[in-house]
Structure formats: C-alpha cells, structure tokens
C-alpha cells in the first residue's frame, strides 16, 4: 500500500464574533511566509460597531514567523485607529514577547520610506546643484595640479624619484604586452577593412597607405590611451581611493606633505612620458599586423610593402600622433588621480571612482580627439 501525501498546512485565518460589548477576534491556522494572509476590510466593519473592547484569541493556531506579530500590530493600528483598546493576552508568549520588544524603542523620525514622488522641477534643481559642486571640486582639484607644476618647474615639488620611476615602469614596460596584442590587432583589422575595397581595383598596394595612416595619425595613440584608461586610470583611481579610505591622504595633510605634489605629480608625469612611447610601439605593431595580413594574404612583397609605408607616411603624421598621445596620458592620469581624491570614504565608493575614472578619461579621449583632428585640418597638418 502506498503512503499517503502530506496534508498542506490549514491557511491562515481570521474570524471574529461580539460577546456583548467585546469583539473577540480568533486568529487560526499557518502563519508563516508561504501562506496568504487574510483581509482586514471586512473587520474593520466589525470595528466600526464601535465595541468596549477587542480580544485576541489563538487557541487553533499553527505554526507562525514574523508575519504574525506584524499582522497583529496592523489589528491594534485599525483599533487605536477607531478608539477601542485590543487585548492580547490571549496570544503566544513568543508573538508579545516580539510585539513588546518592537513597540520598546519608538520610531526613529525620518526613518519610514517616502513613497512621494519628487516633482520634475526638483530633480533638475537637485541636479543643477550636484553640477555646481563636482564643477567647484574638479576646479579645485585642477588649480591644486597647476600650482603643484609650478612647484615641479621651481624645483620644490615633494615627492620620492623612487614613486616616479615605479610609476614610469608600471605605465610603460608592465603595460607592452596588452599592447602589443590590441595594435597587431587593429593593424590587421585595417588591413581587411582596405583590402575588401582595394581588391576590387587591384590595388591591394595602397593597404601599407590606410593602416600606416591610420595608424600613426590616429588609432595607435587613441587604442593606447583607452587601454591605459582602462589599466593605469582605474588602478590610480583604486590606489588613491583606498588611500581616501583609510586616511592615508589625511595623514599626509596632517604631517605637511602635499598630496597633489606627492600622489598626483608622480603620476601625471610617468602617464605624459610613458603613453607617447607606448603609441610609438603601437603604431610600429600596426604595421606590422598590416604587414602580415597584405604579405601573408594578398601575396603583396615585403619590400613593396615596406617601401610603399614608407613614401605614404612622413615623419609629420608621427608627430602629430605622438601630440595626441601626449594629450591623452594627461587626460588619463588627470581622471583616475581627479576621481581617486574625490573617492568617498567606504568601499563600494572605491569602486565606483574606479568606474567614473574609467568612462570621464575614454569620453574626454574621444573629445579631445576631435578638437585635435579639426585642429590638425585647420592647420594643414
């Protein structure tokens, strides 16, 4: 014979009945989260018979959680509610325990959510508010970096030759690899991109032209200013985060040592170094990733090739890369040490300057990028 299936717990339940000038109210069955709790619109008819006094009773009832005490403190809201005094004597000694226990400690004022919906008009005044503030910060923190300069050309900038030279390694030599990967790779994505069109006129030749161009002028120092967006901004960001965290920067204010001249400064300066060398590399990597996709596919000769990037790409489309570059790893240094000073003073605030140094450097990447570019035209560069 096969065993029987569990019953299901009796649901929750309420009822209620007038015994004169009371109103007992019996309380049965499951209190616990997996059941529906009952209404209160109907007793709140009950109530409004206005009776002397309500009675608790829960003689019949099952297994219950905190949905009960809460349930109950909703029946004596909707008595005090209706002027009539409730009494729950006749209720689990866990269940008074909890609700003695819970009306202890009174309300902390402020504390209830505000289900109010703040009208368009103050959020855009809230948000005007916000701009003003992070607009007086970054002014600050930008007047703090200049006076910082000032004291690096005068001489009388404080910081360790040990930190910038750290720095210059961690921006440079630890950063080629990811570098080396990301430039062949455009370089050879270039070189498709030309060859589907060339192709078609036979000539395949004129791939050397579009990614030395391409390369030097612009894609080797803007992919080399968002990978150290991406690796040396967030990690600066982080660093001097965690630093805010732990008072790290206090004590330095607090022992007469500069922040800006000996966090920031460091920085700044291995970033304007490091990114033009680095974007001389990526621009050769291009190349060659160019290189393998025209000679090893197209069947273009090495000597053609390499001559051909070498009459298309002057020496000038270099330069004016390599200014690009120079802008960028200012702009890069600029926001992660910018968003790492701002950091709050709890973890998750680390985090989120990381991501705002992240995403503020590769915008102003793109931006500054433009302005030179129509620069460049305006000059004939």
Known sequence: MAPSAPSAPPPAQLSWRREDDLLIIALSGTWTTDQALPSLQTLSEALAQAPREVVLRAEELGAWDSRLPVFVRRIAAACAAQGVSCRREGLPRGVQRLLEL????????????????ASLLHELGMGALLWKRKSVDNLVFFGEVSFSLLRLAGGRARFRASDLLMHVQEAGIAALPIVTLISLLVGVILAFIGAVQLRQFGAEIYIANAVGLG??????????????????????AAQLGSMQVNEEIDALRTFGVP????????????????????????????ILGGALVGVGLFDLPLTQYYQQTINSVPLVHFAAGLIKAAVYGAIVAVAGCLRGMQCGRSASAVGEATTAAVVSAIIWIIVANAVLTVAYHVLGI
């Open 215 to 236: 390369m030097a002028r612009d894609m080797g120092a803007m992919m080399t200013g968002i990978l150290m967006a991406g690796r040396t901004g967030a990690a600066y």
């Open 259 to 286: 922040p800006m001249d000996f966090l920031v400064l460091p920085r700044l300066i291995a970033l304007v170094l490091m990114v033009p060398l680095l974007t001389i590399y990526a621009d050769l990597m291009g």
């Open 102 to 117: 819970a009306e202890a400690v009174p309300e902390r004022a402020g504390t209830r959510r505000d289900e109010q919906r």
